[in-house]
């Protein structure tokens, strides 16, 4: 069998399904998961199809032909197709916090991500014997005021020279280039150590111990340029205390941030997640 | 514009999705939701539809009709039809604690429950005055071991007098009898103060104390003759440490099982929930 | 046996401990509980003591005299101390959302406050039934841009003739008057429905939903001059997903902001809040 | 400053806390936290204190000395006395399943446990090359029916060899034998892939999908003889639903499974765990 996940949005219209699910039946296809949901303040769209194929009779580029002519030009669709068992060619972004990189490298090995991890990218050369006990190539780009311009650029030659898709700035702590933004729209994954959107910028642990919150949290968000207003992929909270000195808050702020970070990462590599105005459509 | 719901399992097959989908279309109705999932162990095909159809050419009697012979005899199915805003009949028995009875009457009371109450019973007249102040009847029928078949006669008597579709136990102390098990099957809703299959049996908070558990929890259900091990609705926990008391459990639970009883009841209401092999699918 | 609670907080110094427990055991008390902390980042000392003494050999005035004497004016110390058992004198404040007033009422009723309530004051007359149901005296103060003065003027008259201790806002649509504030230092109850300091201001589930989070929260504060800033007794959360309408949140928040503001209330009336700096220690 | 903490255990009495903070206080000593609990129901006072006191005048073996001649023996107590900074010496027990000794080394890695490691024993080979990666000895002692008593004899060998104070078995599939348990009363701690007491035994994620629960858990706790039955130290939760695979529920176990146990390690390590009658008290 050849299983496929189909991802749509268009302006919301009678019959949407009924054609798409059809098509799928006309071209003997079994409809396996059918995910959809209308944003009905916007008259939006969406659904998410997985559907099965005889392996024999199916070419996927004809299937793609065939689907944008009946289905997807005329409903007007934003729509992708892809292959399930493909795996997505990742990158990490790293600094010297090493508790999720730890995280995705673990599940990476245990083979848990439907991803191809080429390199680490990271601008400190701390966390390099993680990689290589990982074997995964490394490469130190500092990044400082004066060198931007060329980080950026090593940067961008190796994410295209390896074909990456995804970016996972997994506690990198300098801001991606709008450049590098532009050439990955929603393909850049950031986890902000905070329950956004309370506690924007630097540090949000010192923000949350002073206003003397209850519950902490961590959000993972795609970037975009505006810092930390990307949409929400995922968050996820815990409880604190007066007793917790900023230290406790941190340390348990990392079991968040590592595990929100993986959640999203899988979320995105299943092709769960979709994007519009800002917002996120996650199918779980 | 005339709402429906439609609720379908069945052996899974290919088309189903595809026939049912095209059928709604082919009836002038508009799919607004779909909810469907696959249990693969099993083979067996659940499905949630919410259609919208014109009111002025939609006749709901015809609708079924076709609607059987197309499609539900053909994937031989098990289905059913719901009205949207038709109102379900519900009789809440009580016994004394009270904090579960003034959630339910309290969303009834500002129009949240898309239901009709038309009395309580209660083995004790305890509660009566909550009712009173609902303007809601209260029927007192004790029960005790000599008058059990009696007092089982009056409850189906007055279920029976008020059409009564479903029946929320709001902790009523006692056991329901097996007549009135096989009169609502799947229609009778019980609230547990324990995370099931943790502390069946009467004294949970007991239980969980002397176990030292770190989370309580509450389980709602539907009741079967096996008692504490009906299909499950909807849980929730909460933490505990060893400074709380019984005392401090028991009160802590009740939060739980208030918000855990009225969201089963809510999933209820609004048609989201099937049963079979003993579990729920619920679509939230 | 007579129990009594000493709160206790000051500028972190060796021997509080010590002298302070020492004092409890020479004047015949037992010590039943003890939560300390201090916040190191200010040198500041917190300590909530329970005591037990035998009836018949103690004064509360006389022991609060040698206290003072002995250990509050050498550690220059603020303290208090309570009664067991003594009920704090209670307002409530509500506009026309019923859900928390129901929560309060209920647990009021079945013993589980340590609270007198006298009386509800409301801008809007709709939720008089309520009261009456529950005999309570409910005053109608309508509050609008030309009555502000008066209005006030009659909410502190009915507060100091039943000599009110503690005000709970219980969704109170108004914002209270410095007056009153003035009147009542980290003594007004509010809930808020966010999680603080996400979304302050009127329509925090408009602005949620906008932001797509997939948690939201509310939060139950002191109320000081600063709007939705006051320090933060108790805060919780739910999880929500994209296909939660604005109204679904408010529906979801509901069930987040009864049971956030009842555990506040509670916290406050056993004595398990301090106060300093803006933020709260909760000893739970 | 040299820091200790002091664990105390006892039949309750009065004048324990005035007694014991007072003789700190005598010896110069500044008492930091103090965490104490009365179980009321069976009479025994707990009691965590941290203390601190001028390096040069204190003498770790000469405080023991007096504390028990004046205070232990007095009111007999079972007592112990740490100094903070001072590794415990752990030994990891693992199988197959890398994701809990991945977040143990990780954290390790960077600090945040007060522990030496100085080895890991298994069962299988596999996660060896983690072990090496992270430069700590990995000793492979199979077990089987038949070499039960000579892999035991191993084990202890090595664990004595290394003056082991605490035994961490993460996701280590094989029964602790009970010689072993003997020589590490209340000091081995076992990671169980449920919400304990629910579903004990050894699928606990097969039972879980079966009964259609809406939480899994997992649970960590002390190893007794009896099976699944020891103290609990730590547990927590995540909702799952009728969507969920039996190995999505493994997975979103892995997750539990990890933070629960380095929790529940952490608490251990810092002295915050105590048993008695087959419960903990956790000062947290």
């Known amino acids: 069998m050849k299983r496929i996940t189909i991802l749509i949005n268009c302006n919301d219209k009678e019959g949407i399904i009924a054609n798409t699910t059809n098509f799928i039946h006309n071209n003997n296809g079994n409809i ?15 659904m998410r199809l997985e559907s099965e194929f005889k392996k024999d009779t199916f070419f996927l580029s004809n299937f793609k032909e065939q689907f944008k002519k009946s289905i997807a030009i005329p409903f007007n669709m934003s729509w992708e197709v892809y292959e399930a068992g493909k795996k997505t060619r990742v990158a990490l972004f790293v600094s010297k916090y090493d508790h999720c990189l730890y995280d995705i490298l673990g599940r990476y090995n245990s083979g848990e991500l439907n991803a191809e991890i080429p390199f680490i990218i990271s601008n400190h050369p701390d966390l390099k014997p993680i990689a290589d006990s990982f074997k995964i190539d490394f490469h130190h ?64 642990y010192h923000s ?28 996820d909270v815990t409880r604190v205390s007066h007793s917790h000195s900023i230290n406790d808050l941190v340390m348990k702020g990392r079991d968040l941030e590592k595990i929100v970070l993986s959640t ?10 979709m994007v519009y105005n800002n917002k996120t459509v996650i199918f779980t």
Chains 1, 2, 3, 4 share one sequence.
């Open 208 to 235: 949350a111990y002073k206003r003397g919150v209850k519950i902490i949290g961590a959000t993972s968000h795609y970037v975009t340029e505006e810092l930390d207003a990307g949409p929400i992929i995922e968050q």
């Open 32 to 46: 396996v998961y059918i995910d959809q949901y209308v944003d009905r303040e916007n008259g939006i769209f969406f």
């Open 264 to 273: 999203a990462l899988k979320l995105h590599l299943e092709r769960k997640t």
């Open 141 to 204: 780009i500092p990044v400082h005021k004066d060198n931007k311009k060329e980080a950026e650029a090593r940067q961008l030659d190796l994410l295209k020279k390896e074909n990456i898709e995804l970016i996972v700035l997994a506690r990198y702590m300098q801001i991606v280039s709008g450049n590098i933004i532009a050439h990955y729209p929603t393909s850049i994954i950031n986890i902000h150590h905070s329950f956004l959107p309370a506690f924007v910028g630097a540090k949000p």
